[in-house]
């Protein structure tokens, strides 16, 4: 609640609550227009029951702790409680696992599967989508295999199969051109991180998603369980878009694209929930950047994505590069750069200046139209084709040893 209101409305709406639900605690949120320090002072006297006067976040994380509560009452209103404070609000609630409430408004925090998996279960989730999550769960999940740690990704995608599949280590251009071939989608999530991590993966599926991240439909729990079946070491669990794989983990890295979709809405609630935080690109203000943080359970480390080739390109070949949105690769000079991949009619003409341009090895990112189009088209026209993968680089911390430390004991 806040001071806006006069502590008689207050007091009668919280009678009302607690003769129909009960109320656990009530947390002052500021404002002085009807309230002044006295009144708080002797808040039983004007409210019928102590009053929280500290931090409003600490405090509901105070009185979640006793789990009597089960949701957060929201009566207080702009200018002191505005819709963006609101979320935020409800982002913690969430967290915390209790409901939101507010006129108008019933939010419930996202349901979790335990999939009943004794291995370590680590998730990468983002802000958003093309914020390098393949990037960064292949990354992991080769870093923990190099270690000797056996590792299986478990991927959903909104084009990802009706029934989990596995995808080998060893899948090859030609099993996606078979992919497509069947009118499946060659380029899912779960396919680019088994040819470029070199592990096994699970493909999942996924439609939707709520603004915590929730999507409305899921195979996740049936995938983590054919994972499983491989008694691996590790399982990284690998978010789509800006929803989070709907099962229990150990740790989380949240891989935060830009600090609108880290901040804003309910994004926190993504922040709040992980214990690694990837900042991508360097555009980051200092003050965003320690906001991350602060909501983080632990560090946020500056990112970047470096795209590279997998394999050397052939000597004297007339490179066309395909990607979403990377304009360079290291080591190669493109005749013809296209960021279409998603884009299908840009695309088209794209490979029309390709074409025009005599290029006769195209290099491709892993995504949207890479395979159905970008790779079948080479093929037709007897091109080379070659992946292009995006490494992950810590800027200002050791990447790898952060990874390694939420893998080996958080």
Wanted: aromatic residues 4%; glycine residues 12%; charged residues 25%.
């Amino acid at each position: 609640m806040d001071g806006e209101h006069h502590p008689s409305v207050v007091r009668d709406a919280l009678e009302e609550l607690h003769a129909d639900v009960g109320v656990a605690g009530v947390v002052f949120c500021g404002g002085e227009e009807k309230t002044g320090a006295a009144v708080l002072a002797a808040s039983e006297q004007h409210y019928g029951r102590p009053v929280e006067t500290g931090d409003p976040e600490e405090a509901l994380r105070r009185l979640s702790c006793g789990g009597a509560a089960v949701a957060v009452v929201d009566l207080a209103d702009e200018p002191i409680v505005p819709p963006q404070r609101k979320l935020r609000f409800a982002a913690l609630a969430l967290h915390l696992e209790l409901e939101y409430r507010a006129p108008g408004t019933l939010l419930r925090p996202p349901p979790y599967a335990d999939t009943g998996i004794t291995g370590r279960k680590l998730a990468v989730i983002g802000t958003g989508k093309r914020t390098g999550k393949t990037a960064v769960a292949g990354h992991w999940a080769k870093l923990l295999a190099g270690a000797g740690a056996r590792t299986v990704i478990v991927s959903m995608g909104r084009g990802g199969p009706a029934e989990p599949q596995v995808a080998s280590a060893e899948t090859t251009l030609d099993d996606l051109l078979a992919i497509a071939g069947d009118g499946r989608h060659a380029a899912s999530d779960y396919l680019e991180d088994a040819v470029l991590a070199g592990v096994d993966t699970v493909g999942c599926r996924r439609i939707g998603g709520g603004l915590a991240g929730e999507p409305h439909a899921s195979n996740v729990p049936e995938g983590a369980a054919l994972a499983a079946r491989s008694r691996p070491d590790a399982i990284v669990f690998e978010g789509s878009g800006s929803c989070v794989p709907p099962v229990v983990v150990d740790r989380t890295a949240c891989v935060v694209g830009d600090a609108r979709g880290a901040l804003d809405d309910l994004g926190p609630y993504r922040l709040l929930r992980s214990d690694l935080a990837l900042l991508m690109g360097d555009g980051w203000d200092s003050a965003d950047a320690a906001e991350v943080e602060r909501l983080c359970r632990g560090p946020a480390v500056r990112c970047e994505l470096r795209p590279e080739p997998v394999d050397p390109i052939p000597e004297g070949a007339r490179v066309a590069l395909f990607t979403t949105n990377a304009t360079a690769c290291q080591g190669v000079e493109p005749l013809v750069v296209s960021i279409n991949l998603a884009h299908r009619a840009a695309l088209a003409a794209d490979l029309e200046r390709a074409k025009a341009e005599r290029c006769d090895h195209y290099l491709v990112e892993l995504k949207a139209a890479a395979i159905d189009t970008v790779a079948a088209t080479a093929r037709r026209e007897g091109l080379g084709v070659g992946f292009v993968r995006n490494c992950v680089v810590g800027l200002d911390h050791d990447l790898d040893a952060e990874l390694m430390r939420l893998y080996s004991n958080g």
